[in-house]
Every structure is written in C-alpha cells, then in structure tokens.
C-alpha cells in the first residue's frame, strides 16, 4: 500500500484501532456509538442535560460539519423543522461540552486588522477525522474537508501550548480571499505560518485559487513563504517576486517534522 493510500485510509476510518479492519457498515456503526457515548456520558449526564435527543441530533449535525461554519442560528432552524425546538442557549451550551469532551473543536477567524477578532462563525473540527465521515450523510464525499481536519489536528499537535487563538483562519484585506490555517499569534506581530489544505491542485481553477490567497496574505504580512497541504498530489514550488509556496503531498508533511518543511 502507498503512502498516498495510507493517508486516504486515515481519513476514511480514522485512527481508532478497533475500527481498522471492519467491514465499511460495521466501522461506521461503531464510530457512531464512540460518539455517542460521549454525549451521553460527557454532556448529558455530566451536565444533567433534560433532553437528551437534542444533544444527540446536535451532535450528529455539528460531526458532519467539519470545515464549515458553523451558525448557532441555523442549527437552531435545522432542529425546529425536524420537529425539535430548542433554544439557542441550550445549543451553545452543548457546543461549549462538545469541546470540552474533545468530541469537537471551534477555530475562529482572525482580523488582519491587528486590532480584534473579526464576528465570523467558527469552524468545526473533529477530534477524529472517522468519528466525522462516520457522521456524514450516505454517499457524502468530502476529501478536503477530512484532510483540511486531519491538518487541523496535526497542527494543534505540534503546537502545544499555544494559546487557545494561535491556529485560527485568515482572510485578506485586498480581496477577502480565505487562507485555511495561521499558525502563530497575529495581534502580537509573532512569527506565523500559513497553510492552504486541499485534495488535489490537478485542476488550473484550483490551483489558481489556493494560491492566490497565499500570495495575497504573504505580501499584506511580509512572509516570505507559504504552504499548500495536497492529499493527491507531487511535491513542487509555486515561485514569485522573491517569495515561495512550498506544494507538499499530505503523507509528507505529516511524516516530517516541522522544522524540516521547506
């Protein structure tokens, strides 16, 4: 087996050793218990939560949302036409003992204002990339967004103890045009990495639209470099004006060690 499979691999069933070798229905099957006695241990016993089911049906939309924004409004609506109203506390609330269970987490987006946090909506992110497309309607296909959380968690990984802040998003000031991941503190001026995630960068489209971001943010911030994270992909260098985005196969980057990139 590749690397490249390998990698793909992780991302379909995550790295619980039980689940490894399991047919596809029985993999998912258990996936979903895992997550749900997490809720039902973690929130709704811990936390004495009265309706169990919204803590269950929310936990099931907020797993399926890696990569995403997520709207405490728009779960609120989703909930109310399946017949389960609730309110907009009690989902922030539960949200709040997600992550405070490591079922999930939220990255928020950064200002490049320098001054606050911009208002957007957060990310979700899984603690496990099989725990999410265990999570995911049948048929769903999400190749970026399991590997955009794979980095996501790699990331948090090789920074321990960084501040709860310092891996977050980043739009430009220019265009408004999105760099999926800085790492390091932008309001304190502190040394920072990028990163773009995607699954493949074959397409001209794709390719012009992950870089683009980067050269935007490289120049707005004075970086000299940047990294593209490809899951199908070969390694190569996107050069310009004296500055370098570094293209790099995903089971590459993870097997190396950060100061080792580039």
Request: net charge negative; aromatic share 8%.
């Amino acid at each position: 087996m590749t690397l490249t499979k390998t990698m793909q691999t992780y991302l379909e069933c995550g790295g619980f050793p039980a689940v490894q070798d399991l047919p596809v229905a029985q993999r998912i099957a258990l996936l979903q218990s895992y997550v749900q006695r997490v809720v039902s241990r973690d929130v709704v016993e811990r936390h004495d939560i009265a309706r169990p089911r919204i803590a269950a049906v929310t936990a099931r939309r907020v797993m399926g949302s890696i990569g995403k924004q997520l709207s405490v409004r728009r779960l609120e609506n989703d909930l109310r036409s399946m017949g389960l109203p609730t309110s907009r506390e009690l989902l922030a609330d539960l949200l709040d003992y997600f992550e405070d269970a490591y079922l999930m987490f939220r990255m928020r987006e950064f200002s490049v204002s320098l001054s606050e946090q911009t208002t957007t909506m957060p990310k979700i992110y899984a603690i496990d990339p099989g725990l999410a497309a265990a999570s995911n309607a049948a048929g769903v296909r999400d190749d970026g967004q399991r590997l955009e959380n794979a980095v996501y968690l790699e990331l948090r990984r090789r920074n321990v103890g960084f501040r709860r802040d310092g891996i977050s998003s980043c739009r430009t000031k220019a265009h408004g045009y999105e760099v999926d991941f800085v790492v390091g503190d932008l309001l304190e001026r502190e040394q920072y990495e990028l990163y773009q995630v995607t699954a493949s960068m074959d397409d001209a489209a794709t390719a012009e639209r992950e870089t683009r971001a980067l050269w935007e943010l490289m120049e707005e911030q004075g970086l000299d470099s940047g990294i593209i994270i490809v899951g199908n992909g070969s390694k190569r260098d996107w050069l310009r004006d004296g500055k370098v985005i570094h293209q790099i196969p995903a089971w590459q980057w993870f097997l190396e060690l950060p100061s080792t990139v580039g």
